[in-house]
């Protein structure tokens, strides 16, 4: 049985307080549901496949960051969140871009997964076709959120808007989808990282 490093259980750990301290009066809890639930799933996958198909310590740890920017979402919702509201101050931005910082991850982290159950399955080698695939996923996987979203504002209404968190921006679904495009692109960029990673876990 693979020994789980002692920076994985720190990562495992801070997300667990994180999600427990998100939880703890959010701003609104249906919001909360809805934004942290992404997490909530990826890491119950994450327990049923541990011992099936243990993941590189560099995605987990991509993963754990990812899912506080879920769950710090969910807790004041993306247009409240203080450190967003930092930067738009700070810059003098027009709006709070703490869910574009999302939609990167959305692009970024879903990149590094797709690639590491590709090549460790020898479902595709390592060539133009694994970059073309894993860039379509993710497009795939960021339409199917703004779906959701849609499902959503149509099923609640005005009870939708924290969770969707357009900022009076016409174009945020469009925007979000290339965020989430240029978050993919970046991660293969920097796949020889993720290269020696997938080489480390398979080695064990």
Request: with cysteine; net charge positive.
């Given at each position: 049985?693979?020994k789980?490093?002692?920076?994985?259980?720190?990562?495992?750990a801070?997300?667990l307080?994180?999600f427990?301290?998100?939880g703890?009066?959010?701003?609104?809890?249906?919001?909360?549901i809805?934004e942290v639930?992404?997490?909530?799933?990826?890491?119950?996958?994450?327990?049923?496949?541990?011992?099936?198909m243990?993941?590189?310590?560099?995605?987990?740890?991509?993963?754990?960051?990812?899912?506080?920017?879920?769950?710090?979402?969910?807790?004041?919702?993306?247009?409240?969140v203080?450190?967003?509201?930092?930067?738009?101050?700070?810059f003098?931005?027009?709006?709070n871009?703490?869910?574009?910082?999302?939609?990167f991850?959305?692009?970024?982290?879903?990149?590094?997964?797709?690639?590491?159950?590709?090549?460790?399955?020898?479902?595709?080698?390592?060539?133009?076709?694994?970059?073309?695939?894993?860039?379509?996923?993710?497009?795939g996987?960021?339409?199917?959120?703004?779906?959701?979203?849609?499902?959503?504002?149509?099923?609640?209404?005005q009870?939708?808007?924290?969770?969707?968190?357009?900022?009076?921006?016409v174009?945020d679904t469009?925007?979000?989808?290339a965020?989430?495009?240029?978050g993919?692109?970046?991660?293969?960029?920097?796949?020889?990282?993720?290269d020696?990673?997938?080489?480390t876990?398979?080695?064990?």
């Amino acid at each position: 049985m693979k020994k789980t490093s002692l920076l994985i259980k720190i990562m495992f750990a801070l997300t667990l307080i994180i999600f427990i301290w998100s939880g703890i009066q959010p701003f609104e809890y249906l919001t909360w549901i809805l934004e942290v639930f992404p997490g909530v799933i990826g890491f119950a996958l994450i327990a049923y496949y541990w011992n099936r198909m243990r993941l590189s310590n560099f995605l987990l740890i991509l993963i754990c960051v990812h899912c506080w920017i879920l769950f710090v979402g969910g807790k004041y919702t993306y247009a409240l969140v203080p450190a967003g509201k930092w930067v738009q101050d700070l810059f003098g931005l027009q709006r709070n871009h703490w869910d574009r910082l999302g939609h990167f991850a959305q692009g970024f982290v879903p990149a590094f997964l797709a690639r590491e159950i590709l090549l460790r399955n020898k479902i595709l080698k390592n060539d133009l076709w694994l970059k073309f695939i894993v860039i379509s996923i993710c497009l795939g996987f960021s339409a199917f959120y703004e779906l959701i979203e849609f499902a959503v504002a149509m099923i609640l209404n005005q009870a939708s808007d924290a969770f969707l968190g357009t900022q009076g921006d016409v174009w945020d679904t469009q925007k979000d989808m290339a965020i989430a495009l240029l978050g993919a692109v970046m991660a293969l960029i920097l796949a020889r990282w993720h290269d020696k990673a997938i080489t480390t876990v398979e080695s064990k």
